[in-house]
């Protein structure tokens, strides 16, 4: 009885679990925040979960803080896709270009700063940095280079957070253009040799044209990863000097677990949400259309 | 999306953990209905499991290796969780939002979090636990209990108290033949004096992190003749007066401050002063043994400690209850909690905790016994002694206090950078109003 049910069903059954899934991780908590953001609940106000219009999102546009936390998201990504978009494929031709003994040690080791957690690396940074007594002032000082403030300066705090995902997160990029590297065929190469063309001409022309397709993917990684940094920001700055370091995702947590405004904060992701997503598809549209 | 990714789990678990605490709580409820066997009879909660949630502090550390003895006594079991400051008020404020929560006591800070959780209705009223005369709850100061009742609710028994106090190097103003800083001018003049940058010696450093400054901002304010806001809850952040309390805590900051300033709270600031890096600092009264104790400290022998210098208005501190001891309004054992908060502020613990452990309390009879003012530093109790009539606040008595701390501080950390402090501190002073209002 029980098998004819689950033969007759089967199309329904088996999908379940990950049907549920989904609905309760995803799609559910995904309503309540857009439900939320619509709401004034505050724990401050003494407000509870009651609708009251699109009013979160009209203080959002006058709200300094926000613009400003635009800002220093769009800041922080920018320079770190850049800075690790280029030393990531560059590593990746450098470590490409020829057979030599320990070519494998050299990309497992490149796998060691991705397998740290993310916070400790964090705390070991903040160390590092610290102005009087850090290891990075003192080299500077004993080379005769200008000691930084780093972190503790309002201009300096974003590149220097730069500086720590680059250090942690090229290796990746590093290792999904080695991927595509050996993917290609090697007839388009073999040509550009009968041709005559120079390294840089093959680079330019045959190389990363190819690898265009490995270099979005990567790129699309890093994106939606740089643009929700969280933990080193947290736990190097927490926003400051200021709110110089003050990222979308800083604010919204400060929104909603110190200052316990949960409706302004479900907008204020309501609006990350957007973004990530509305830059996600624009990538994989120009992907479709490159590959075309 | 975030919020219920944090807020999911919990509830899932406290599902869990009401499922297993009914049946846990129940036998504990006839023995407290005096029906327990005569053996048992001194020790009615005998088998409760009291969960108490609080930071790590230096009383957490005083009243740690006593709970033995009220383990014994009572038979009650306290476990005891212990946070940083930040992540405690999390813990406590995810924990009550969800509902549901087992936690029986906790540590709060009456002036940060006493009037949300009071509005959220998280408080068990404490005034017939402390009702009983043999405790004596009018020992403790007036003030210090004053902060801890928030709309007439009694949110906490006063646990640590503290003012803001000038701490200095004996050495370094003897060597430069300067008496200790009595008015901020002096003080200003003293940092100045004392700064040589080359061999990193930093005339003044006290917190520079947005939000931890405030409080100590505060005393600067108020010497000054500031103050957060007038009463007509007009804000007050830009007035001539705290405009030069601004531009005077930024100065001593940025041209006699140690670098990295801006990401100092108390920990860091200490350990500069700590490692003999600083000449002056203003913070709490409570932290002095981070200077002091020969442990913590490289200069605990060159260290002194005086009243907050005056300002224009005089020497106008803060002296605050910096924590309350609090009964959670969902625990399940009310009675067993109260037992161990009246143990835990009783005179004799209260002794132990202020007069070996130097966690200041707000015990009057405490204070008056020698041994009670034995373990600290003679200029420091003359320093604290000299604060008694200090404000009773260090930071604006708002409800969203954190967001408020964020405004000001905001405005503070852009005049230690040296940008403009006048347009930030117009800035602020606007988005205050707003909160201000929102709140009425």
Redesign the interface.
Known sequence: MITRFIDRHQRWLFPAPAVIFIVVMMI???G??LW?SFSGWS????RPNTFIGPQNYFDLLRD?RFWNAVLNTFYFTALAMAVELALGVAMALLIDARDYPGKRIVTSLLLLPMMATPVAVAMVWLLMF???AGVINFVFGQLGLP?Q??????SSVIPSLVLVDVWEWTPLITLIVLAGLAGLPSEPFEAARVDGASYGQTLWRVTLPMLLPTISVAGLLRFIDCIKTFDIIYGM???????SSETLNIY???Q???????GY??AL?VIF?TIVSGVSLLVAYSRRRLEV | MKVLQKVLPFLLLVALVAGCAAPVAAPSAPAGGGAAAPAEGAQPYAGTTLRLVGANHPWQEAITPLLAEFEAATGIKVNFEALGEDQLNQKLTTEFTAGGSDIDVFMQRPLQEARVMQLNGWYEDLTNCVSDPNYDFADFADGAVGTTTVNGVLTGVPIVTEQEVLYYRKDLLEAAGLAVPTTLDELKAAAAALTDKDKEIYGFVARGQRSPLVTQFSSFLYSMGGDWFDADRKATINTPEALAAIDLYGTLLREYGPPGVLNMSWPQAVAIFAQGNAALYTDASSIYSNMLDPEKSAVADKTGVAKFPAGPAGSIMYNVTSWGLAMHSGSKHKEAACEFIKWATSKEIVLKTQGEGAVPGARESVWADPAGAAAFPADWVEAVAASANGRGYDRPLVTAVTQARDIIGGAVTVAIEGGDYVAAANDANAQFQALLDSEQ
């Open positions: 559910f908590p995904l309540f925040t939320n724990l401050t106000a003494g300094a610290e102005p009087t000691k403030l780093w972190i503790a300066g309002s700055t927490g926003g400051g000097p200021g709110f919204t947590y400060n909603a677990f110190y200052y316990f405004n949960f904060a479900s992701l949400f």
